[in-house]
């Protein structure tokens, strides 16, 4: 068996033991972990298809634990820079953390997040934040949830998917009765392999077991759940996966 997770640095390779290497653990199962910090869900989604497509030919038995980010991160590919192992040319856009205030969290409410970033990307991320539309953003991640999922089915690979840091946006910022969501939203909803994205979260997890973020002084309530936080959500998930 193998146990594979991806996702951005809430459970990417740690210090400590994560909540993938947990369940592993407990399934006496290889553990691969493909999570890297500042991803976006894009680069999540993209790259479990691509591992996972690579795996099953040689793997009868995979779960997959993919943990969703921010919905307002984005990515820059430039060729002038090397590829990230299988990922390609994808770069975060890494926030200055020395500079940023964490006090409400990385969201698109920062007007003037641009000035934060890597100089080389300040330019192009201003032009995507002017022109970043929730709905859009919601309608583009709900669809290829629904995608990843359908191809997950098709090729009998267990999977649970969740959000980590922060819970979905609900019906005050998106409209999910308008009908080119409402059906992906639906089709979301029905999926038991898929934890509450709207009211369920591995950070709020955490927080509300009394379990502070490791780095809380740098991040807030958005910092890294720790070890404690880590097995704690391993074992929720191996109950989800038994």
């Known amino acids: 068996m193998i146990v594979y997770s991806n996702s951005c640095s809430f459970g990417a390779p740690q210090d400590h ?3 993938g290497e947990y369940v592993g653990n407990q399934l006496n199962a290889e553990f691969i972990n493909k999570g890297i910090g500042g991803s976006c869900n894009r680069r999540i989604i993209r790259t479990t298809l691509r ?3 690579e795996l099953k030919s040689s793997n009868k038995d995979i779960v997959a634990l993919i943990g969703l980010t921010f919905i307002s991160r984005t990515e ?3 060729e002038d820079l090397d590829a990230n192992s299988n990922d390609g040319h994808f770069h975060s856009l890494t926030i200055d953390h020395s500079s940023f ?4 969290g990385l969201n698109t409410e920062h007007k003037n997040v641009h000035e934060y970033i890597d100089d080389e990307v300040k330019e192009y991320y201003k032009q995507w934040l002017y022109h970043y539309n929730r709905e859009s953003a919601m309608t583009n991640l709900l669809t290829d949830i629904v995608m990843l999922t359908g191809w997950l089915k098709n090729n009998n690979i267990k999977y649970l998917i ?3 840091v922060d819970k979905l946006e609900g019906e005050e910022y998106i409209g999910y ?3 080119f969501i409402n059906s992906l939203r639906d089709s979301i909803d029905l999926d038991d392999n898929i934890i509450d994205l709207w009211n369920f979260s591995f950070g709020t997890y955490a927080l509300e077991n009394g379990l502070k973020p490791k780095d809380e002084d740098i991040f807030g309530k958005h910092g890294h759940p720790g070890k404690d936080a880590h097995i704690l959500f391993g074992k929720y998930l191996l109950g989800k996966l038994i």
């Open 101 to 104: 205030s964490w006090k409400d």
């Open 177 to 179: 009765t308008s009908p």
């Open 162 to 164: 969740f959000s980590n």
């Open 17 to 19: 033991i994560t909540y």
């Open 76 to 78: 820059l590919w430039r």
């Open 51 to 53: 591992d996972l497509n």
